[in-house]
């Protein structure tokens, strides 16, 4: 089993990415920022994430989006704003297949949201800054196993929503 970090739209907050890495650098394998973090790359609130360009990040040495592998699984990493997916995951899946994604990891919208389409997993962690469509402020952690993912959905204080986590049957590789 492999755990895996993800939060998104962080918006200039750097003291919570500290206090986040610090909560579960010991117990994830990676961690994730899908982008509009607007701080720079070498911002030391950064470091040991991996991290994508969102629409608000203008420091280049972030990539429009990056692949990364944990637990057997592939993980597809992007903003989502070069994929409209605001408007629809269309775009994203196709992209995501191309890739032979098992996981897509995604923010943009600041909706938290988790969705199985063709046997892959698209990702929101929502924002822990801004969020919308909820008032909690948000960000997940996946357990990677077999053939199962668990979705564990925290408030950017630490708090489990347990009413909002989720498990998700993913196809074998």
Do not use: W
């Not at 692949?67 to 994203?92: A, Q």
């Amino acid at each position: 089993m492999s755990k895996v970090l993800i939060v998104s739209d962080s918006h200039g907050l750097t003291h919570e990415l500290g206090v986040i890495k610090e909560r579960h650098r010991k117990e994830t394998e990676l961690m994730i920022h899908c982008g509009d973090s607007q701080l720079m790359a070498d911002h030391h609130a950064m470091s040991e994430f991996v991290t994508v360009r969102g629409n608000c990040d203008f420091d280049t040495r972030f990539p429009l989006d990056t692949v990364e592998e944990v637990g057997g699984r592939k993980i597809f990493v992007t903003h989502g704003h070069n994929h409209s997916v605001k408007t629809s995951l269309m775009n994203l899946n196709y992209r995501a297949q191309e890739l032979q994604a098992d996981l897509v990891c995604f923010g943009h919208s600041h909706v938290l949201g988790a969705e199985l389409m063709n046997g892959i997993l698209f990702l929101n962690p929502g924002s822990i800054r801004l969020p919308r469509e909820r008032f909690e402020k948000t960000y997940v952690i996946v357990e990677l196993r077999k053939e199962v993912v668990k979705l564990t959905v925290y408030e950017v204080n630490g708090k489990k929503l347990d009413a909002l986590s989720r498990e998700f049957v993913l196809p074998q590789k």
